[in-house]
């Protein structure tokens, strides 16, 4: 009923692409975040959604409509903005009250649906108030409202939360999630925040320059990163890489790069590379390297304690690697320690086109 | 610096702020207390600041024998229509040189203010051409039109500022929400530019008020003058001046402004530095 589906989605401005050949399909009913780093095009793509901007090419379609030629009102699509957008001159009520005015609904029913609104959002005691008598994470519960009253198929959210204070934003999290939970619209979230994407999504689209790079759940995305960027994007701290060759075949492949070689024969690849061009990346969590008698001598250049944990950097024979360790763990800068990587969880990509060589079905 | 030497800049500071306050209010004090005395006071040897007498005969001579409200009329109804000729024009342009994007935009916002910085001596002949040309030669309405061409590209530009400063996705959100794009601009574009467009507006009657120039070319029959040009040719001539009468009527055609001005300052000073500032 209000699937979302983008296809060869182009939008050019001038001589830029913000959103290049871009095609996703949105179930009716999921959470979706759309992750990026700035300048990715995420927001572009939420707005074509909404129908603030025209695609230069390709067809997006909410349900079995094709919207490109629609105007945002006739979408049936509410948008939360990251500056919240709520109008200055009308008071609380008014701002949730303003879609449904325009949609002619009759004047009882309206208060109706405020008063309905503003009590899931626990906003009842500031219906009077304006917007600039609002706190910020009030004023997000309004922005919310200004959405929510209007029932519609779905809810296309830019960054709500990234003007809040830590805490709030922790708290709204949450409340997001329960809101979607309730309420079972499709919700397509975008942010530059992978903490937000992947706590709240059922499926993340990662975005970079305009082009999608994966489109999976949040575990597929940190366990099985499609390519090295997305590897390397999620995670904090990011995943550690090495530049090298594979050398060998079948449980005989090795890993080189300069005085490192590690055996790599038991990742299983989807296809074996062809001789000439065996250069690839290899790709190291923080949590997969632990300290062993039985390792590689590695150096401490650096001790991070975060309390819970402790993040250290390593030199590795010349590469630096980023370890998370135990809170407790007694190193000191300076230290020469053996260091183990957990061989299942190392990940290889084409260092040409930065493809994952694992096969999917590594865990 | 010692407290002295403090005290005595202030009181020098002061004087010379009285100094330039006096120089400019003392011909309006004048104004008013000629307005008001017999005309056998007005050139007794040595001048008297206070009237002997005061008498209201000037203003109820200007009333009753004279044109004077038809000019004020002509006036009123001048200001009153360059102002939202003006106005309905200015905000519906300033919004599309913000909001649309068009090739050519930031181009024809600069060629609006080229226009602006035309003197009005090169336009004078062809608007009076002009203004024969279509009929419209000695009415109100050519006055309106003369006064608009100079008026609206300042409004243009005055009102680009303020609608510069109203974030895009007000707009935005109210497409979304369900508005047109005439619904979002009059429910949430207009709201947010309310003080820029009376301040504007403002400036745009001030300038129709006191305009002489065009009103002396374009209009000389007594049904369409306006107050600037019609009190001047019917109390100035080659061999009188009536300065009571003169005074009188320079005295009412100040209080509307006064008035008006004293109702919206606020407004007034935010349009100034909102064009200061973001211009």
Redesign the interface.
């Given at each position: 009923m209000s699937r979302i589906r983008f296809e060869n989605v182009s939008k050019r401005f001038g001589g830029v692409t913000a959103v290049d050949d871009l095609s996703l399909e949105i179930e009716s009913g999921e959470f979706v975040s759309i992750l990026g780093p700035s300048g990715c095009g995420k927001t572009t793509l939420l707005r074509m959604l909404a129908g603030l901007e025209r695609p230069t090419g390709g067809t997006i379609s909410i349900g079995e409509t094709v919207v490109n030629e629609l105007a945002p009102a006739q979408r049936n699509v509410a948008m939360v903005f990251q500056t919240y957008a709520l109008y200055p001159h009308m008071t609380v009520a008014g701002n949730i009250e303003y879609p449904l005015r325009k949609r002619r609904v009759a004047k009882n029913e309206r208060v109706r649906r405020v008063r309905e609104a503003a009590a899931v959002l626990e906003l009842e005691a500031l219906l009077d108030r304006k917007p600039r008598e609002l706190s910020g994470g009030q004023q997000q519960r309004v922005a919310l409202g200004r959405a929510l009253v209007r029932d519609p198929a779905v809810f296309l959210l830019d960054e709500p939360l990234s003007n809040l204070d830590a805490k709030l934003r922790t708290h709204m999290r949450a409340e997001l999630i329960r809101l979607h939970r309730r309420i079972g619209r499709t919700m397509v979230y975008v942010t530059h925040d992978q903490l937000e994407a992947m706590t709240m999504s059922q499926r993340i689209a990662v975005l970079r320059d305009g082009r999608l790079q994966q489109f999976a759940p949040p575990r597929d995305i940190y366990a099985r990163p499609g390519n090295d960027f997305v590897a390397g994007f999620i995670g904090t701290p990011s995943m550690n890489f090495l530049d090298g060759r594979l050398e060998g075949t079948g449980s005989g492949r090795t890993f080189r790069c300069g005085d490192v070689s590690l055996p790599v024969g038991m990742l299983p690849l989807a296809d074996e590379m062809p001789e000439p061009d065996r250069r690839v990346r290899l790709g190291i969590r923080p949590e997969h390297i632990r300290i062993d008698a039985e390792g590689e001598a590695a150096r401490v250049n650096l001790v991070e304690p975060t309390g819970h944990e402790t993040i250290l950097v390593f030199d590795y024979r010349g590469n630096e690697l980023v370890a998370r360790m135990d809170g407790d763990v007694d190193i000191e800068s300076g230290d020469r320690v053996k260091l183990a990587f957990r061989a299942d969880k190392l990940r290889l990509f084409a260092a040409a086109d930065g493809r994952r060589l694992n096969d999917d079905s590594t865990p | 610096m010692s407290a002295p030497a403090s005290i005595v800049r202030r009181i020098l500071f002061n004087v010379f702020a009285w100094a330039v306050v006096l120089v400019i209010a003392f011909p309006l004090l004048w104004m008013v207390l000629t307005s008001v005395k017999p005309s056998t006071e007005l050139f007794v040897i040595p001048p008297r600041l206070l009237p002997g007498e005061i008498t209201f005969e000037h203003y109820r001579r200007l009333l009753t024998e004279t044109p004077f409200l038809i000019y004020l009329r002509n006036s009123a109804w001048l200001a009153a229509g360059t102002t939202l000729v003006v106005i309905a024009i200015a905000t519906l342009g300033a919004h599309s040189l913000v909001r649309f994007s068009y090739p050519g935009r930031e181009r024809l916002a600069r060629l609006v203010l080229f226009t602006y910085l035309l003197p009005s001596v090169v336009l004078i002949i062809p608007l009076y051409l002009l203004m024969t040309g279509l009929g419209l030669a000695n009415t109100l309405t050519s006055l309106i039109i003369a006064y608009t061409t100079f008026a609206l590209p300042y409004a243009l530009w005055l009102l680009r500022s303020f609608m510069k400063a109203i974030?895009d996705?007000?707009e935005?959100?109210?497409?979304?929400?369900?508005?047109?794009r005439m619904?979002a601009f009059v429910?949430?574009i207009l709201?947010?530019a309310l003080p820029g467009i009376i301040s504007t507006a403002m400036f745009t009657a001030i300038l129709a008020w006191n305009e002489y120039f065009y009103a002396l070319v374009l209009v000389n029959n007594d049904a369409a003058r306006p107050l600037t040009t019609g009190v001047i040719s019917m109390l100035v001539t080659s061999f009188n001046i009536e300065w009571s009468l003169l005074m009188a009527a320079s005295v009412m055609m100040s209080l509307p402004l006064i008035v008006v001005f004293a109702f919206l300052q606020r407004y007034l000073t935010r349009g100034f530095s909102a064009g200061a500032i973001k211009g």
């Open positions: - | 974030p996705d007000l935005s959100a109210a497409l979304v929400d369900g508005a047109n619904q429910d949430v709201p947010q």
